[in-house]
Structures are given as C-alpha cells and as structure tokens.
C-alpha cells in the first residue's frame, strides 16, 4: 500500500485536534471537518492554555505548534474534507448510532482505497465497519493524550481488515514518533486502556459511594506512581461527558452493576462540570489546586 501523506480528521474536539496537529507535524497534508464552526481552534487554545498553565514539555516544540495549528485546512463540508484524504479517522462523540452514520458517510465520501479508522475508546471497529461498505480498510487508531507527551497509540483491526490496511497503519504511527501497541485479536479496552480503565472504575466507585474523597485518590495515585496527576485529574482533561459515555460503552457490553458509572457523575455533567474544557470538573482551571505544592501537605 502507498505511504499514507493525506489524512483528514473528522471531529476535532480533545483528541481530533491533537490528532491534527501531530499529522501536520509530521508533514502529512491535513484536512479537517466538525460541525462546531471553530471547533479545532477552540480547543488547540485550550490545549495550548492547560499544557502552559502545567509546565508540560510538549510533544510538538512550542515554536511549532502555530505553523502546525496553520496547516491544518478546515473544511465546512465532510466531502471536501475527505474525498482526497488517504486516511480518515474520525473522533466524534462516543457514540455507536453516529459513529455508524459517520462511517456509512465516509464509505461514500472518501476516495476508494482509503483507510477508514476510528479514534474511539471503548467501540471495536468490528460494531461500525459494515456501515463503511469497505470492512477490509477499517481499523482503530486509538490516541491517548500525544500533545503532552502520551505517544503511544493502540491499533487493532475489525473482522476483515487486511494485513496491508494494518501495516499502512502502523506505519503511519511510527511517522508521527509513536509508538502502536499492536492489538492482535479484537478486545475491547485494546492493549493499555484496559489497564487504565480497571483504574478509573475502581476510583469512580470509591468516590462515587462516598468512601473516600476524590483528592485522596489522586494524592494517592501521584505518591505511589511518581506522577504529577491523578486518575481524577486525568478524567478532568478527557472530560467527564467523554469519561461517562466510555464507562456505558463498557457497561453496555457487560451489564455488570459494578461497571454502571456513578450518578454523581452524571450530576456534575448535568451542572455543566466538564473538566478542563468547561473550566470546571473534580477541579477547577486553569489553577487547579493540585498544582498547588501545598496539596500534598
Ligand atoms: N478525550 C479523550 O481523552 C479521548 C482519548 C482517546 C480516545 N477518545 C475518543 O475520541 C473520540 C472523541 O472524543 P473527544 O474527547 O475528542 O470528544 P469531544 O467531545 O472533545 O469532541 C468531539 C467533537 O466531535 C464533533 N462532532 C460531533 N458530531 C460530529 C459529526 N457528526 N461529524 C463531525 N464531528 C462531529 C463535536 O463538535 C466535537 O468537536 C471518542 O470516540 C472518544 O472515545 C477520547
């Protein structure tokens, strides 16, 4: 299969943007679609805003992230955004119905030939490639959090993805200066978000039912892991709409009590506690208090 040089990103809320960026980084030409009219620089600004107020050494050198936010070609329509693209990765809301809609879209959109992948958390590609018409180009490209340094990226095909679809995915990451964590036989979580999960449902629960404090869990988490955030300081930047939807995405799949995200959790987000994108989650922001060496006094 041919290099893969233009990709375009259909979504650019968190992680559409940041996937962006890193394509454009890498010297692929990049297009990019969302509804939002200035969604990808809304959150490039507030990617930017949170990575500086934390001190984080970026993936992409600070002196490169305008000319990269600048090379990223917004488009209005989906067509124009696709139809020359040679891979397409969507990161829409966690959502099965309009991941579906969106891959039955790309099927017709995007030239012939083109890979056709998901960034999605918690969905196998195996529930959206039928609606694409071309199950044998679909896979999922599955990013963490790569503007701050997070450069690992899950991959794993669906029921008939080819070894060339695969190995032009792989090769992709590899160009961008990640490392693919190759998923052999389809799970859901793939190969790290497995274990990232299992984190994030234990301390929802002991949170959630009152048993501890959210803050303990994270000043927990930094002293024993050596790392400057919490797991609830990290579902804040995900965001907890996202954080929320994943969690049905696995209850969903098991119908186990236990994997049912708390109802506080969907309180907040009722309150419009968001995060880091809403100025307001477990923390606020852009000063959130465990910043402050005094948190763990
Ligand atoms: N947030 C994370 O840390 C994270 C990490 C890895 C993977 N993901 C996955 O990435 C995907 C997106 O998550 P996110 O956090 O970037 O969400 P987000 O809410 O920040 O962004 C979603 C974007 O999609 C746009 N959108 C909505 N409908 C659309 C449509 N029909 N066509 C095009 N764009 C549309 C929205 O306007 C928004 O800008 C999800 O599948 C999620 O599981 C998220």
Known sequence: MAKIEKVALVGTGILGAQIAMLAANAGNKVKAFDPVPGAFVGTYNKIFADLKAKGVNPFIPWERWESCRDAVKQETDLGEAVKDADLVIEAVPENVELKNKVFADLGKKAKA??????????????????????????????????????????????????????????????????????????????????????????????????????????????????????????????????IYDIEMSYYNDSKDPKDMPPDALLKMIKRGELGVKSGKGFYKYPNPEFLDPNFFK
């Open 113 to 242: 030939g083109a890979i056709l992948a998901t960034n999605s958390s918690s969905l196998p590609i195996s529930k959206m490639e039928v609606s694409s018409g071309r199950p044998e180009k679909c896979l999922n490209i599955h990013f963490y959090f790569p503007l701050q340094g997070v450069n690992m990226v899950d991959i794993m095909g669906g029921t008939k993805t080819t070894s060339e679809t695969m190995q032009a995915g792989i090769d992709w990451i590899k160009s961008l200066g990640c490392v693919p964590l190759k998923v052999n036989k389809e799970i859901l979580g793939f190969c790290f978000n497995n274990v990232w999960r299992a984190v994030k449902r234990q301390v929802l629960y002991t949170w959630g039912n009152g048993f501890v404090d959210f803050r303990d869990a994270d000043r927990a988490w930094c002293i024993f892991t050596k790392m400057k955030e919490g797991p609830f300081a990290l579902m804040d930047k995900v965001g907890l709409d996202v």
